[in-house]
């Protein structure tokens, strides 16, 4: 039988693994930070509505432009965005490809800071862009010394920072982002900035977001989801706000009518439900922050967070640990760092079902 290693792809893909998230079905699933409440079946009928209109016209390709979701998307994210600085795909994921397939590529590099997001290096090595890892600081963080001081010695096409980071929950001081922005500034074509803001909705709501730093900067990219605050995951919707000509950057790469009619659909119908979409956010808060304060009653200390998940170490065999909270029907994700696990914050019930069985499996 023919192996991956027999066939003649790219050399900068050899040795590659895929994203590789256990699937395994559980009682209780709190390892790929989804929003465990489900959505509330009044907003479910609405969305069924509009996917079924969609339907009646699939013989017809879907607006390839996805005019009306861009128009709800700035009107969501607000800060006086136009329709024109919003771009959507499939997911983040693919908000992300697009970027790197636009701004990087063969002899071009992206810089990031592990630990951080494991699709950055595998959406990297897919667009054949070069993945330059820099270092954080104490306790994940990235000080504006730190981005600057990494930028000026890389000299990358792209930075992407993510804030909040995953997979450990840090929050990015704004002033980093200017920071990365302005030192990103040097040569003839001064390079990308994008901003993963996945887990905004989680964030403290004193706290800016990076879309408010947009005007006078063409060059910063702010990359967001409807997977988490939205419940939506299963449907796949990503998007940014950036300078308009980024968009024109983007459909040189993109595919023609990459978002179907009934993505559409179903993503504006969702948006239209926001305060019940994201009802949820402060339940979720609460559950995390409830990890935050029990784990270290097990013996388990935790890492700041400002997202639905909270990354605990303390663990002395996480590959153990997390064989041995699949016997209680638990599944939690190990993110590779030595001595840690990650947890999502689900629901009270699933966080009292997590918290059960990790003390009873012990350290």
């Not at 009107?75 to 990087?104: C, K, M, P, T």
């Not at 504006?144 to 929050?171: K, Y």
């Not at 302005?182 to 993963?196: Q, Y």
Request: glycine share 6%; with cysteine; hydrophobic share 45%.
């Amino acid at each position: 039988m023919t192996e991956l290693s027999d066939l003649p792809i790219r050399d900068n893909l050899r040795g590659q693994h895929p994203y590789g998230a256990p699937q395994k079905a559980v009682r209780i699933a709190l390892n790929v930070n989804e929003n465990t409440h489900p959505i509330p079946e009044a907003v479910a009928r609405d969305i069924v509505e509009s996917l079924a209109a969609a339907v009646l016209t699939v013989n017809r390709y879907p607006d390839r432009e996805f005019t009306e979701l861009r128009e709800s998307l700035a009107n969501y994210l607000g800060h006086g965005l136009s329709r024109d600085q919003i771009w959507a795909a499939n997911g983040s994921n693919e908000v992300l490809q697009q970027l790197f397939q636009a701004f990087g590529g063969p002899g071009r590099s992206v810089l990031g800071f592990p630990p951080t997001y494991s699709m950055y290096p595998i959406i990297a090595a897919g667009t054949d862009t070069t993945w330059i890892a820099a270092e954080r600081d104490a306790e994940f963080g990235i000080s504006p010394a730190t981005v600057v001081a990494a930028i000026e010695r890389h000299r990358p096409n792209i930075v992407v920072l993510c804030s909040p980071n995953n997979p450990t929950g840090t929050p990015l001081p704004i002033e980093t982002i200017e920071a990365a922005y302005d030192a990103l500034s040097f040569g003839e074509h001064p390079g990308i900035l994008i901003v993963d803001e996945a887990y905004a909705e989680f964030t403290p709501d004193h706290i800016p977001s990076a879309v408010s730093l947009l005007p006078g900067r063409p060059r910063l990219v702010v990359s967001r989801t409807m997977s988490k605050a939205f419940a939506f995951a299963g449907a796949r919707v990503g998007y940014l706000a950036a300078d308009a000509a980024v968009n024109d950057a983007l459909r040189l790469v993109r595919l023609p009518y990459h978002l179907s009619a009934l993505t559409q659909a179903g993503a504006i119908a969702a948006l239209r439900h926001t305060p019940e979409l994201l009802a949820n956010v402060d339940d979720i808060r609460a559950q995390k922050d409830r990890l935050l304060r029990e784990l270290p009653k097990l013996g388990y200390p935790v890492h700041q967070s400002w997202t639905n998940f909270v990354l605990f170490g303390g663990v002395a065999d996480p590959n153990a640990t997390f064989e041995a909270l699949l016997e209680h029907d638990v599944i939690i994700r190990d993110v590779g760092i030595a001595n840690h696990l990650r947890v999502t914050a689900g629901t009270k019930h699933e966080t009292t079902a997590f918290l059960a069985a990790l003390e009873a499996v012990g350290r």
